[in-house]
Antibody
């Protein structure tokens, strides 16, 4: 059974860098069958796709966040990382990691999410 | 503004049926599989439908999906109060190479 668990700072100051990690258990991030995605949800709002990273390090990013976001994958640790720099209050929300089946484009396993609040 | 368009809300009485629509374009729904996600209050999303119309094990057949051209629908029959949740359609956009979601539909079971 695949499990994903996010960890985040809880609180980040405006203009600083938000860093969140996701540890995967029950599956290997070395698999070519999956991307590893990040999705966020601002309070009371819908889901926003941030980007994904593949086992070989290839990435795709949401154009609206591309200039500020970096995704990486440590396959030896089954650890996925998200860094978002120059944060503002609009970056406040719950950050989810999810496993993305490549051919079906299905997000079949999700973490429970971690709330990050950007303070001024 | 979401790439995929869903109605903000739908409602129906217990036991009744609802259909939630999701509209996109050739580059996303038109050429990729559609999934549907349910997000119960305070919880992470989980998938209900994948490959346009397939249900994973454990999802009752009250939930169904379909796709035609650049639109998809989620149907829920025999509504229960426990079905009250936000529902999202999702897929990939092959032109932009990004994941896309609908804006979400809040289901109220009156």
């Amino acid at each position: 059974q695949v499990q994903l668990q996010e960890s985040g700072p809880g609180l980040v100051k405006a203009s600083e860098t938000l860093s969140v990690t996701c540890i995967v258990s029950g599956a290997s991030t070395r698999s070519s069958s999956y991307y590893w995605d990040w999705i966020r949800q601002s309070p009371g709002k819908g889901l926003e796709w941030i980007g994904n990273v593949y086992y070989n390090g290839n990435t795709h990013y949401n154009p609206s966040l591309r200039s500020r976001v970096t995704l990486s994958l440590d396959t030896s640790k089954n650890l996925i990382s998200l860094k978002l720099n120059s944060v503002t209050a609009t970056d406040t929300g719950v950050y989810y990691c999810a496993r993305h089946e490549v051919w079906l484009h299905l997000l079949d396993s999700w973490g429970q999410g971690t709330l990050v609040t950007v303070s001024s | 503004q979401s790439v995929l368009t869903q109605p903000p809300s739908v409602s129906a009485a217990p036991g009744q049926k609802v259909i939630i629509s999701c509209s996109g374009s050739d580059s996303n729904i038109g050429n990729n599989y559609v999934s549907w996600y349910q997000q119960l209050p305070g919880k992470a999303p989980r998938y209900l439908i994948f490959d346009n119309n397939r249900r994973p094990s454990g999802i009752p057949d009250r939930f169904s999906g379909s796709k035609s051209g650049t639109s998809a629908t989620l149907g829920i029959t025999g509504l229960q109060t426990g079905d009250e949740a936000d529902y999202y359609c999702g897929t990939w956009d092959s032109s932009l190479n990004v994941g896309v979601f609908g804006g979400g539909t809040k289901l109220t079971v009156l």
